[in-house]
């Protein structure tokens, strides 16, 4: 079956990108795009496609970014979950932050590191008891029956921890992208959209207008 959409147009006509409006600092640019994005009430704005892989296979999935600063990106995961598996095999890693409502996107490309037991449990602390019990419960990226084994292994952790704090599991951690690449996207009319790439050489940003 074949489903043709080639008769599917959108012009990009919101805005422009030029070089003299963009921070020399990638971070700062992020910073005030992602501003942006929570000011136009966008569905989840921190929602960004993380891409791994190993020998054998390239996989991507949505992940929340939880905080940046100026050494990198960071997401929380469990440590035997696929994607994991992946970074620990090949520590690269590519996002993508689709904000299509502001027909804009930017990549980001670059290495991985895992955080310290520390950092991930200052993030871990402050989530709602019923997420810390999720990550007990859930045996990422493992092979389910049912659902209900799922909910069953949900309550045995709730009664395992009803009382005092919900510990830090040791599979479940951090992750931070720290780039070498980080790609603006801006749609214009006609495909002739706005592109600039930065690029770090020697601890230094270089900025470069690519053609889309």
Do not use: C
Request: no cysteine.
């Amino acid at each position: 079956m074949k489903v043709d959409l080639t008769s599917l147009r959108h012009e990009f006509t919101q805005s422009g990108l030029n070089r003299v409006d963009l921070s020399d600092n990638p971070f700062e640019q992020f910073k005030l795009w992602f501003q942006q994005a929570q000011e136009a009430d966008l569905v989840e704005p921190s929602a960004m496609s993380l891409a791994t892989s190993n020998d054998n296979e390239i996989s991507i999935r949505t992940v929340l970014l939880k905080y940046f600063d100026k050494h990198g990106f960071v997401f929380f995961t469990n440590y035997n979950s696929k994607k994991s598996k992946q970074l620990q095999s090949n520590p690269n890693a590519a996002l993508l932050f689709p904000w299509l409502a502001l027909e804009r996107q930017v990549k980001i490309s670059g290495y991985v590191e895992k955080l310290t037991t520390l950092e991930s449990l200052k993030y871990f602390s402050s989530r709602p008891k019923a997420s810390q019990l999720g990550a007990w419960a859930s045996q990422q990226s493992s092979n389910l029956s049912s659902r209900q084994v799922l909910l069953s292994q949900f309550e045995s952790m709730r009664a395992k921890f009803s009382k005092g704090e919900v510990p830090l599991p040791d599979f479940w951690g951090g992750y931070r992208v720290i780039p070498l690449k980080i790609e603006f996207w801006q749609g214009r009319e006609n495909r002739l959209h706005d592109r600039f790439i930065y690029q770090l050489n020697e601890d230094k940003w270089k900025i470069e207008r690519l053609a889309p």
